[in-house]
């Protein structure tokens, strides 16, 4: 894959909005679920490629809490997805020196996805090449309000709130806020993917399906965004 002129230049966080995959299988004639399956592969590629140019942190929003809304069939076979992958792909990420993180509510998976995804952390957990963070049964919102939650369960006294407390209890404390978010397919919203995280992010909207995104779609964005200057409100 192309470098960026400077490493400097490279988001340490990129957050990955996977769309796409349900049309790009309409559009090769394939059933739905086989652009399920060719979006995770072709997650793994980009995830490598960015990794190796540099970049610390992949969050990939590959099933939110308004997925469920999907059709029983749908839902079902990304759940087996979630679990095979869980289960067979950790050998890969190992290879590869890949940390493996879930972010996401667990009260609605099941107790057979649950193992997988707690032993696949335990097995990749000291790996340091990079880590990917698949956000499951995940919500913007729903990771605020959980964090509040937990925030006023272990501090019940105090009377106000910073964003430095809310922090202290998002699904993961120590992932840094999202500098980069790239969506594909066309559409340009963020529909409530790391909300907290996305609140400066620069964003990256590309109309190429998520499975026909390539590592030269990678380059790109990273090329502009690190033509970007980034203000923070300043």
């Not at 796409?20 to 299988?25: L, P, T």
């Not at 649950?114 to 919500?139: F, M, Q, W």
């Amino acid at each position: 894959m192309p470098k960026t002129t400077n490493k400097s230049e490279l988001p340490k966080h990129i957050g990955i909005i996977l769309d796409g995959n349900r049309r790009w299988a309409r559009a090769n004639n394939l059933p739905t679920f086989d652009g399920h399956k060719k979006g995770y592969e072709n997650l793994k590629t980009i995830v490598k490629a960015a990794m190796d140019d540099g970049v610390e942190f992949v969050s990939a929003y590959i099933f939110s809490t308004e997925n469920w809304g999907r059709s029983k069939e749908e839902v079902s076979y990304l759940m087996r997805l979630l679990l095979w992958v869980a289960k067979n792909e950790i050998e890969e990420f190992n290879k590869y020196n890949i940390r493996v993180r879930f972010l996401g509510e667990e009260s609605q998976l099941s107790a057979k996805v649950l193992k997988a995804i707690r032993n696949a952390e335990e097995k990749t957990k000291d790996n340091s090449g990079g880590t990917l963070l698949l956000c499951v049964n995940y919500g913007g919102k729903q990771e605020i309000a959980s964090a509040v939650t937990r925030l006023i369960d272990d501090k019940p006294d105090n009377k106000t709130v910073t964003p430095e407390d809310i922090e202290k209890y998002l699904y993961e404390p120590s992932v840094p806020a999202i500098d980069l978010i790239i969506r594909s397919s066309g559409e340009q919203r963020i529909s409530n993917f790391m909300l907290w995280r996305a609140a400066y992010s620069e964003l990256y909207f590309t109309d190429v399906h998520w499975p026909a995104f390539t590592t030269k779609d990678l380059s790109a964005a990273l090329n502009e965004y690190a033509a970007r200057q980034r203000r923070f409100g300043v």
